[in-house]
């Protein structure tokens, strides 16, 4: 995490993207250290966002132009669990995407959005606004304790 917090912005925003997929990384740690640095709040949440949401576009690409072969190893889902997956999805609707940041549903939600061709303009509103919501509060908590 030093690595990414000695490039600032950058590191931020790598790090944000990198956690949206599913490497196990943890932006939310570099943001505190750069808040604690006397960085700009608004600007790291914003960069935290971006990040965060062009990882989640990199899942929903994955789910629309992949083979459901290669999601289900990349997530590694068998195909009972890539059903059930499926069924929550439908029955929940593309409002579960406000929920794309909660760890370990978050990457599956993004790429099952891909793969049910959600539209791109509900699932960039819907994400974005629910990991920005998240960056948000994760920048008070911060702040607040500091």
């Known amino acids: 995490m030093a690595y990414f917090l000695e490039l600032g912005f950058l590191g931020l925003f790598v790090s944000a993207f990198l956690a949206a997929t599913i490497l196990p990384l943890s932006s939310e740690v570099v943001m505190s250290g750069l808040l604690l640095h006397?960085?700009?709040p608004w600007v790291l949440v914003a960069v935290a966002t971006c990040g965060n949401v062009a990882?989640?576009?990199?899942?929903?690409?994955?789910g629309y132009w992949a083979s459901?072969?290669?999601i289900k190893k990349w997530?590694?889902?068998?195909?009972?669990e890539f059903v059930q997956a499926e069924q929550k999805f439908k029955k929940y609707?593309?409002?579960?995407l406000l929920f794309a940041w909660v760890p370990i549903i978050g990457d599956p939600l993004t790429v099952m959005a891909g793969i049910l061709r959600i539209r791109l303009f509900w699932f960039l509103l819907l994400v974005t606004l629910g990991k920005g919501l998240r960056?948000?509060?994760i920048a008070y908590v911060v702040l607040q304790a500091a």
């Not at 997530?75 to 009972?80: N, V």
């Open 75 to 80: 997530l590694r889902m068998s195909e009972e």
């Open 55 to 62: 990882g989640s576009l990199l899942n929903y690409a994955l």
């Open 68 to 70: 459901l072969g290669v």
């Open 38 to 40: 006397g960085y700009s």
């Open 93 to 96: 609707g593309v409002f579960s």
């Open 135 to 137: 960056y948000m509060a």
